[in-house]
């Protein structure tokens, strides 16, 4: 069966071709869970473009679903952004700030 650990291990050898650098240390990867043979999780792109984000995530799902006791892979695809406010009321200024996800749901392999 499949444990965090050797999903992140696989994941590792996936490199985005711009920054040379792994999925993994790119902070990438998130909310990875698996359930019995059912292993899930999202890529959270940050700018990377279209063609890259498309084999990133091909890649990924057959990367997992080579793993022994891996049935099933759903990778979904996001965005990270982080977004800060500044408002005015009552005279005074305030601020706030917020990391921003966008998750687009993915194929299951």
């Known amino acids: 069966?499949?444990?965090?650990?050797?999903?992140?291990?696989?994941?590792?050898?996936?490199?985005?071709?711009?920054?040379?650098?792994?999925?993994?240390?790119?902070?990438?990867?998130?909310?990875?869970?698996?359930?019995?043979?059912?292993?899930?999780?999202?890529?959270?792109?940050?700018?990377?473009?279209?063609?890259?984000?498309?084999?990133?995530?091909?890649?990924?799902?057959?990367?997992v679903g080579q793993l022994p006791g891996v049935a099933k892979v759903n990778v979904k695809m996001g965005e990270s952004s982080f977004v800060r406010v500044l408002a005015e009321a009552g005279g005074r200024f305030y601020t706030a700030s917020k990391e921003v996800k966008v998750t687009i749901g993915g194929c299951g392999g």
């Open 1 to 63: 069966m499949a444990t965090e650990q050797t999903v992140l291990e696989t994941l590792r050898g996936l490199k985005d071709p711009d920054s040379q650098k792994d999925i993994v240390t790119l902070g990438l990867v998130r909310d990875l869970t698996i359930r019995g043979g059912e292993v899930s999780l999202t890529l959270a792109f940050s700018g990377q473009p279209p063609a890259t984000k498309v084999m990133l995530h091909s890649m990924a799902s057959r990367l």
